[in-house]
Nanobody, 120 residues
Framework: QVQLVESGGGLVQPGGSLRLSCAASGFTFSIYTMNWFRQTPGDARELVASISRSGGLKNYADAVKGRFTISRDNAKNTVYLQMSSLKPEDTAVYYC?????????????WGQGTQVTVSS
């Protein structure tokens, strides 16, 4: 079955950096766009960044442009989110996402999330 497992979250001071990883399995990773979302309590999930299947096309939310970098390693079935110059407002649970077709059915798949807390 499709599995997305995030790691790398934690507590960091404002201005610091973290790198999130998402290990994928159960589908053909290299042919799908991969996404990172984030969510704070009471709010809808927000798309943070997307990367095309080859990695050649990347898109970012305005709030993170210039600070976050999405990348992928298709040999390792892993997508990353490098976060720099972190701000308290980046505090959220970060989720890896893919819309994949498995056994003929297209669905959104999510990881369990990893907490990022930016605080002094």
């Amino acid at each position: 079955q499709v599995q997305l497992v995030e790691s790398g979250g934690g507590l960091v001071q404002p201005g610091g950096s973290l790198r999130l990883s998402c290990a994928a399995s159960g589908f053909t990773f290299s042919i799908y766009t991969m996404n990172w979302f984030r969510q704070t309590p009471g709010d809808a999930r927000e798309l943070v960044a997307s990367i095309s299947r080859s990695g050649g096309l990347k898109n970012y939310a305005d709030a993170v442009k210039g600070r976050f970098t999405i990348s992928r390693d298709n040999a390792k079935n892993t997508v990353y989110l490098q976060m720099s110059s972190l701000k308290p407002e980046d505090t959220a649970v970060y989720y890896c996402n893919v819309r994949a077709t498995v056994r003929g059915s297209s669905d959104d798949y999510w990881g369990q999330g990893t907490q990022v807390t930016v605080s002094s």
